[in-house]
């Protein structure tokens, strides 16, 4: 459900900013906020320009590392807490299924950020600017390419009931509403 929504998400979200003339910065912080692919934020927010490439590339980045910090926490505080029987106990997560389990692409973000930010001169970072957008390109088409080697189009309409994706739909217009209203109130001048 998400990948099917996200695909007209990145198409008409930039289509309806520029038809109300939303500053380029409150289109890139409503896409990065409100759409929940990291694959589809990155083409929507190249589609409006270059700073809402970056605003959006950066809100969804943080979204995606806080939230993956906030799950660990409360799994790791619920497991540890909240469980107390001896199987539950026997079988808790090891530091070894943990890091199995952690989403590598955080500390390759977090460390590329950390270097073009300080460790880089601004001459030699638009140096390989122009090499790593190619690669940049490359990548993003593997990626969508194989998100769609994994959706099953019959398995989401064959179900029985379509409840599940009607309160993902309603959900999903209720975040595009706030998200919209906290990007103006953050990033309008």
Do not use: C
């Amino acid at each position: 459900m998400v990948l099917v929504t996200a695909i007209p998400m990145m198409i008409f979200m930039p289509i309806i900013a520029k038809y109300f003339n939303f500053p380029e910065e409150v289109t890139g912080a409503w896409l990065g906020g409100s759409i929940d692919t990291s694959g589809a934020v990155v083409a929507s927010g190249s589609l409006v320009g270059e700073t809402a490439l970056k605003i959006s590339t950066i809100v969804k980045f943080s979204q995606n590392v806080l939230l993956g910090l906030a799950a660990f926490a409360i799994s790791v505080y619920w497991t540890y807490t909240h469980n107390k029987s001896a199987e539950a106990v026997a079988s808790k997560p090891t530091l070894g299924v943990i890091w199995e389990r952690f989403p590598k692409f955080v500390i390759g973000f977090i460390a590329a950020s950390l270097i073009f930010s300080f460790l880089l001169t601004p001459e030699v970072r638009d140096q390989v600017k122009d090499s790593l957008k190619n690669l940049q390109g490359i990548w993003f088409a593997l990626a969508f390419t194989s998100i769609g080697l994994e959706t099953n189009f019959k398995d989401l309409f064959s179900n029985n009931t379509k409840k599940p994706l009607y309160a993902f739909l309603i959900a999903q217009l209720f975040n595009v509403i706030i998200t919209l209203i906290i990007a103006f109130l953050l990033f309008s001048n």
